[in-house]
């Protein structure tokens, strides 16, 4: 049977991010030709590949759908640090792990260089621990919901996944993730904390309950605590040899453009997730541009006080509207119910060039929407649309 007769007149759609690549049904490939799929491993086949719902960036777009920062950095530090990298050999590979960043990081967090890794993102630190990790059946324990890539991940290698809901209000269910993890023995436990989508934190007392009380190796993602008034896990870094604390730079330091993220560990742990690490992931560029930015450590600071404001002014507005139920949140964003559908909310709103996310599909989040606290004026003309529509 051909392809064409299979998938007649029908278009196939891979969505990478915003670009779409059309395989049309023109190129009169063959089933023949798809044989390769049973190379593919079945795990990988069931995946979706990841998108983001919306828009393409554009001037008059309200974007406060990815948590980002509203602020990029001040144009004088661009050219700045343009002209500098100007300078630098771009025909070089960087160091295989970036020597400069790495320091200004172990400074700038009083750890020694042997207890952090950086890489293109936490993202990427994410795969690269699962590669050192997860293989085919092993267990990992995941609160739901929570941020989709760790569930990816561990389908990804063929792990199995032990799913516990948080409590309906939202909050860790500590009890639930220490029985579950005595009864399921998994090799991993992911927290993020706070939680994305749910803006919840979990407390040191309870990372501690769960790391005594269990034999797991437990990591922290950590990528929003700057908005936290809740402390850090690293402050319990040097008690336990099985915790690992993801952060990057993507949010409270303005640079989701340029891909940094680093991971904390005690050294032993750090050197075996070294292992399958790729080599040279962080490029010149970035990693010169995050140590100008924990230079800056006023700035940075400046930036995150006002979202924590402007976080407390979104909740103040959503918490006013009939019909709205907004959860607290430690993060630089907030979710919300209201009486709407929330796929017909989120398209009203994107018609008036408001940007959130649709979080409605989460486990225990049916009719939720996600906004992160832009600027005064983007969370105005956000609060604006959506009075528009209630
Ligand atoms: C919980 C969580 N971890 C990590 C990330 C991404 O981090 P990075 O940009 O460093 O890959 C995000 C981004 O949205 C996130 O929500």
Do not use: C
Request: charged share 20%; glycine share 4%.
């Amino acid at each position: 049977m051909s392809f064409r007769s299979r998938f007649s007149g029908r278009e196939i759609l891979y969505k990478h991010s915003n670009i779409k690549t059309r395989f049309l049904t023109s190129f009169g490939m063959t089933i023949k030709n798809m044989a390769f799929l049973k190379h593919i491993k079945p795990s990988i086949q069931k995946l979706e590949t990841y998108s983001v719902k919306g828009r393409p960036l554009s001037p008059e777009l309200i974007k406060l759908n990815q948590n980002e920062n509203p602020f990029d950095l001040p144009d004088e530090l661009k050219r700045e640090l343009i002209e500098d990298f100007y300078r630098q050999p771009w025909n070089r590979y960087p160091d295989v792990f970036p020597m400069h960043l790495l320091e200004a990081l172990s400074k700038h967090l009083n750890l020694p260089i042997e207890s952090i890794i950086a890489a293109n993102g936490s993202n990427e630190l994410m795969y690269t621990i699962g590669m050192a990790i997860i293989g085919k059946g092993t267990k990992v324990l995941i609160p739901t919901p929570t941020f989709f890539l760790y569930e990816k991940i561990v389908r990804v290698f063929d792990g199995e996944l032990i799913e516990v809901p948080m409590k309906s209000d939202l909050s860790f269910d500590v009890e639930a993730i220490i029985r579950a993890a005595q009864a399921e023995k998994p090799a991993l436990i992911i927290l993020n904390s706070p939680n994305s989508p749910t803006g919840q934190s979990i407390l040191i007392a309870d990372i501690e309950r769960i790391l005594n009380e269990t034999d797991s190796i437990v990591i922290i993602d950590e990528a929003y605590i700057e908005f936290s008034d809740k402390p850090s896990a690293a402050t319990i870094l040097s008690t336990y040899d099985r915790l690992i604390i993801l952060r990057t730079f993507s949010k409270a330091f303005s640079l989701a453009g340029l891909r940094i993220g680093y991971l904390l560990a005690q050294p032993v742990l750090v050197s075996q997730i070294l292992k399958p690490k790729i080599p040279f992931t962080v490029n010149n560029f970035s990693a010169s541009i995050a140590i100008k930015l924990l230079q800056k450590n006023d700035l940075v600071q400046e930036r995150i006080r006002y979202i924590i404001q402007q976080r407390a002014y979104l909740y103040k507005n959503l918490s006013g509207q009939n019909g709205i139920t907004v959860f607290r949140s430690d993060s630089n964003f907030l979710i919300f119910k209201s009486k709407n559908e929330a796929s017909v909310l989120f398209e009203r709103l994107l018609s008036e060039n408001v940007l959130i996310r649709d979080v409605s599909s989460y486990p225990m989040l049916n009719g939720f929407l996600r906004v992160n606290a832009g600027t005064e004026f983007e969370n105005n003309a956000f609060l604006t649309a959506l009075k528009k529509y209630l």
